[in-house]
């Protein structure tokens, strides 16, 4: 079990250094560079000269690349070309942020999906499952924007019952921070579900087919017993493969939502280090978000594994 | 509304002249009692003595991750609008559009235009307890010239030198003469910070707050600098800026009432705001211009009858009916707005003329496609623009194209590169000024490849020009040269659209730049 | 009613109807529509009239007719994307579960690695360098889109190539491409169809997102995608615009999963019988 806990965090890490060095080629091959970024149509070639060699650009990559990887390895990310700022400085209000979002998210979303889905399988052709079905499509065929703009317009600006802007600070309280992030949470919990819902679904009815549900039917239990006590445990390995890749997505891809409700998180910080070419920021992201993919695949590995019978009690 | 009301908002939002609208008012019928009661209420609404003390919550658009409170950096409104709360420059540009004294108490014009003496004012300290003195006018205005990154370098190109006269005194030579250069100095990026000062992470300045807390992209919180100094400004205790990119949410937010004013409110969403008894839009026509620039010099745009066939065969009002919703102007095809004192007024409008378009197009000798190089980094709507350009140009029988260019790199790689592009200009306070950035001889950002000797001279004479007249006749006939024969297609010039709650006062329209010139926290106030 | 010889469902029946009603649109798009895509016909955001029976769109442009034509290229687009990506995906992963060993980990280290990547920030980098051509993009695109599916197609195959018959086939001396299309393909089928009527839809609002960095489709051509996303503002003034192409979308996605469900349960009841 430790053998494969261990084994796993040695490829983790080398697929994230990987990634670095795929980050970093692709920053450096993009057109434009931080000074024109930066400058827009003020730049004049001496202005743009000396701010790309204030900004260190004219050294040669691979000795930024070294540079930078080594500091890295010590903790420190560098600072931001743009700003001068530390980057772990600049990085973690704006991680914490985006953890707070996707586990406020998570917390309603992944047991409500998780129970949608149950439902469904234990009313399978129903007209409970039907509904579901179309309302799930309903929902991933939607852009999250046109929700989000939906939603302030009606919880927001006609009812007046959830501020549109979810605007937090580092000071604000837990509990406004809950009330402040609804509509934000809202948005995502409807992109997500699902997706999840579905694979809940799909799994458990899989699992149905198998000879021991029959079994269990055959001794009388009732549906939602056996779906819940006998299809589902053994239905996990897929489902939470899918739930990782949804927390995943909650962390990486919210730059839309945050646009839309003016959240400080990471996913902003991230599209504007990549049109302004700060290269430390992109970087520094990039690595953030290989890290907590990684880190949560690694994880449903695990768990999955876990969930198995025949690997938790080997004999 | 009606249309008396609606002339009542029009002069009370500075868009039509006293004189105008008493004139038009009678046109409409009013009587003599009801004008002067109406016109009374709108100067009462002018002069309303601003109350002191609150907090002014602001949604900005247009800020960054990367914005720093190094005046050199900005390029857009939420550093202009933060910038204007933390420092002073040395002369503003007033309401009526003349240069008025601001830490340069008066200056004095040597003849031919060349040299300027600043007289700057005393007792006035920054935020560390340093007095404001002429080394720091000098250290200020250096930041701008030779080896500098700064947005501002072009504009400074003309300083030769600067010289300090006395503990209060400097002086300014140029290159050549501008009668205009008071307008250079009131660029939002020559802002004066103390001597030496270059930890921009503790910001120095004059202006009316202090820094509190600042995050880059995402707020911009300053308090009351207790020792300021400006005489009728400064009235609130605190201002409170939140960067809200998304055109949507800044709205919803007013609405909402989680800020008190807003800037770039969208002109096809402006009814929520105009609709809405607790708001009000605040609109000033300006010199913020698009452009399409072909180059001069590159076939097939080195055709004039071409670029004639071109100028005809597009659709200006419905540009500005589409993008603007109406909240603009039509160009044509010179960068000097109706608002500017040296607009020409005696050139042809171009218009839509499918005839006009055929005609150049025959004598041009062929309709060869024209690519109109486009994206949304240039200006929000830039391809919805060539788009619409398209449509009508091919009505008129050219071939158009637009290409749609990724929005990162554009600035890089098709900007001043590509023979046919879209771009923008915010304007320029003064006529020469414009016309030198982009036309002139030594033009940093010539995108059309514009070399016209003539021009060039009449520019450089009309410069360093001092008599009204003479000058004026000068600058109208650059306008007439631009409008023949430039390879630059102005096709709308776009008013400066804000928006705010009813309870801001002082928050009035400027055709410099968003929310007053960038000085709304300068010169506004809480009602209550 | 009965198509294949099976019975249709009244779902499927209404999936096929929309299906059958949007290939007809893409196809007969000049025909359909009343007004060309590009034409300029009024005032941006007209409002619907007998002419214009949806209204006209930011620029003064007949929605329905947009509408009409953005169906020709989002559908073409998606299903290309769709297909490609899972020709590269469903190849790639059936080979790395046959061969095991070192390609099998050289190819799931890769597409690990390109999944910890925020996708749109990778197509960005990969589109602004290659340029913005429409086979860039749809190769692209596809190319994102298969490392999802590899590791669908990859997790599918691992089970089947496990069990005997395809061991004796590898035996046999039988070729890797025998082995996925005659041994693998055919048992993995039913999970593949249901994926890949989820990606079809995703790979709309995907061109869309491009469309939002400058990249994607070119003007004046309509796709759903963008046009959801020009529109999106109107919204707050109870304008329909934004819901149209976003309900068009929507009704052929539900359309095609219709259909996906209807062939799963012939797949399901087909294999059931001799279990």
């Known amino acids: 079990m430790l053998r494969l806990i261990a084994q796993r965090l040695g490829l983790g890490l080398i697929t994230l250094w990987a990634a670095s060095i795929l980050i970093f080629v692709g920053t450096e091959i993009l057109p434009g560079d931080l000074a024109s970024a930066i400058l827009q149509n003020s730049a004049t070639p001496e202005s743009l000269a000396e701010m790309r060699s204030e900004l260190g650009l004219d050294r040669p990559a691979i000795v930024r690349y070294g540079e930078w990887l080594g500091n890295a390895a010590r903790g420190d990310l560098g600072h931001s070309?743009?700003?001068?700022?530390?980057?772990?400085?600049?990085?973690?209000?704006?991680?914490?942020?985006?953890?707070?979002?996707?586990?406020?998210?998570?917390?309603?979303?992944?047991?409500?999906?998780?129970?949608?889905?149950?439902?469904?399988?234990?009313?399978?052709?129903?007209?409970?499952?039907?509904?579901?079905?179309?309302?799930?499509?309903?929902?991933?065929?939607?852009?999250?924007?046109l929700v989000g703009y939906i939603l302030i317009k009606y919880l927001s600006v006609q009812m007046g019952w959830f501020p549109s802007l979810a605007n937090v600070t580092p000071e604000t309280p837990t509990l406004d921070r809950i009330y402040l992030t609804f509509l934000p949470v809202m948005t995502l919990v409807l992109v997500v579900v699902a997706h999840m819902m579905r694979m809940t679904r799909a799994s458990v009815l899989n699992i149905m087919a198998s000879p021991y549900i029959e079994m269990a039917f055959l001794k009388g239990l009732p549906k939602w017993r056996v779906v819940v006590r006998h299809a589902f445990p053994n239905a996990l390995a897929p489902i939470i493969n899918v739930i990782a890749l949804n927390l995943a997505y909650l962390i990486v891809g919210v730059v839309v939502v945050e646009a839309v409700f003016v959240y400080p998180g990471l996913g902003q910080l991230m599209v504007d280090a990549v049109s302004k070419h700060d290269v430390p920021v992109v970087q520094a992201c990039g690595l953030v978000f290989a890290a907590a993919f990684i880190l949560l695949n690694m994880i449903a590995d695990i768990l999955a594994i876990l969930s198995n019978p025949r690997l938790r009690h080997p004999r | 509304m009606t249309e008396l009301e609606f002339l009542k908002q029009q002069h009370q939002d500075g868009r039509v002249s006293r004189r105008e609208f008493l004139g038009r008012a009678a046109a409409l019928g009013a009587s003599a009692a009801l004008v002067s009661t109406m016109l009374g209420s709108v100067e009462a609404h002018a002069a309303e003595t601003p109350r002191k003390g609150g907090t002014l919550r602001l949604g900005l658009g247009g800020g960054s991750t990367t914005d720093s409170t190094d005046p050199t950096t900005w390029t857009d409104s939420v550093m202009v609008d933060a910038g204007r709360a933390l420092y002073s420059g040395l002369v503003e540009w007033g309401q009526d559009g003349k240069p008025i004294p601001e830490l340069a108490e008066s200056w004095e014009i040597k003849p031919g235009a060349a040299e300027w003496i600043l007289n700057l004012k005393k007792g006035v300290t920054f935020t560390n307890g340093k007095t404001f003195d002429a080394d720091d006018a000098i250290y200020s205005i250096n930041l701008h010239r030779g080896q500098t990154k700064s947005g501002a370098a072009g504009s400074f190109k003309v300083v030769k030198d600067v010289k300090k006269l006395n503990a209060n005194q400097i002086s300014i030579t140029l290159d050549s003469g501008d009668a205009d250069f008071a307008y250079v100095l009131t660029d939002y990026h020559m802002m004066i910070v103390p001597n030496g000062h270059t930890d921009w992470s503790k910001p120095v300045g004059t202006g009316p707050f202090t820094l509190d807390k600042f995050e880059p992209g995402v707020r911009f919180n300053g308090t009351k600098n207790a020792n300021y100094w400006k005489a009728g400004r400064g009235h609130l205790d605190a201002i409170d800026i939140t960067v809200i990119n998304d055109t949507s949410a800044r709205v919803n937010a007013l609405v909402t009432g989680q800020v008190d004013a807003i800037n770039r409110l969208d002109p096809k969403l402006a009814n929520l705001v105009g609709k809405n008894p607790k708001l009000e839009i605040v609109r000033a026509a300006g010199g913020w211009h698009t452009v399409v620039s072909m180059m001069r010099d590159r076939p097939p745009f080195d055709n004039a009858d071409l670029r004639l066939a071109f100028k005809w065969g597009i659709d200006r009002e419905q540009i500005v009916k589409a993008l603007f919703a109406g909240f603009g102007t039509v160009g044509n095809d010179h960068p000097i707005p109706k608002t500017d004192p040296y607009y020409n007024s005696s050139l042809p409008q171009f218009k839509y003329d499918a005839d006009k378009a055929k005609f150049y197009a025959k004598k041009a000798g062929g309709t060869p496609t024209i690519t109109i190089q486009a994206s949304d980094a240039a200006f929000n709507g830039a391809v919805d623009m060539a788009t619409l350009m398209q449509a009508s140009a091919s009505k008129a029988g050219l071939k158009v194209e637009v290409k749609k260019e990724p929005a990162d790199g554009f600035w890089d790689n098709v900007w001043l590169k590509g023979p046919c592009v879209t771009s923008y200009w915010a304007g320029r306070s003064a006529a020469t000024q414009m016309l030198s950035v982009a036309y002139g001889p030594d033009a940093p950002w010539n995108e059309s490849h514009f070399k016209d000797p003539k021009f060039s001279e009449l520019l450089l004479a009309s410069r360093a020009e001092l008599d009204e007249t003479k000058r004026k006749a000068m600058i109208w006939e650059l306008q007439a040269i631009l409008h023949d024969e430039g390879a630059t297609v102005v096709p709308a010039f776009r008013d400066w659209v804000d928006g705010h709650n009813k309870n801001v006062g002082g928050h009035t329209p400027h055709g410099g730049f968003d929310m007053d010139n960038g000085l709304i926290a300068d010169k506004a106030w809480l009602k209550s | 009613m009965r198509l294949l010889g099976h019975r249709l469902t009244i779902p499927a029946l209404i999936g096929l109807i929309i299906i059958a009603l949007n290939v007809i649109a893409a196809l007969g798009a000049p025909l359909i529509a009343p007004f060309d895509q590009a034409d300029v016909v009024g005032d941006a955001w007209g409002d619907p009239d007998p002419q214009h029976i949806l209204g006209l769109d930011n620029l003064g442009r007949d929605l329905f007719s947009r509408l009409i034509y953005g169906a020709r290229m989002s559908i073409g687009l998606s299903f290309v994307i769709t297909c490609l990506s899972f020709f590269i995906g469903v190849v790639t992963g059936f080979t790395a579960a046959v061969m095991r060993g070192w390609v099998d980990l050289g190819l799931s280290r890769l597409v690990d690695l390109l999944l910890s990547m925020p996708t749109l920030i990778f197509a960005f980098i990969i589109l602004s360098v290659l340029g913005t051509d429409l086979p860039v993009l749809i190769i692209t695109i596809a190319i994102l889109d298969s490392v999802k599916v590899f590791r669908l197609a990859r997790a599918l195959a691992m089970n089947i190539a496990a069990m005997e018959y395809v061991e004796v086939a590898r035996v046999r001396g039988e070729g890797l491409w025998w082995v996925i299309t005659k041994e693998i393909l055919p048992n993995a089928m039913a999970p593949l169809i249901a994926e890949f009527g989820l990606r079809f839809s995703f790979a709309f609002l995907f061109i869309a997102a491009l469309s939002f960095l400058g990249l994607g489709v070119q003007p004046p051509d309509a796709d759903w995608g963008s046009m959801v996303r020009d529109y999106r503002d109107m919204i707050n003034l109870d304008s329909l615009a934004p819901l149209y192409p976003a309900g068009a979308i929507a009704i052929l996605t539900i359309g095609v999963n219709f259909v996906v469900d209807w062939m799963l349960s012939i797949h399901s009841r087909s294999h059931g019988e001799g279990a």
């Open chain 1, 81 to 145: 070309l743009a700003s001068k700022r530390d980057v772990v400085e600049e990085l973690s209000p704006r991680l914490k942020n985006t953890v707070f979002l996707a586990a406020y998210a998570a917390i309603i979303a992944v047991p409500l999906a998780v129970a949608l889905g149950l439902m469904a399988a234990i009313w399978q052709g129903g007209v409970y499952d039907r509904l579901v079905n179309f309302v799930t499509l309903l929902t991933i065929s939607v852009p999250e924007y």
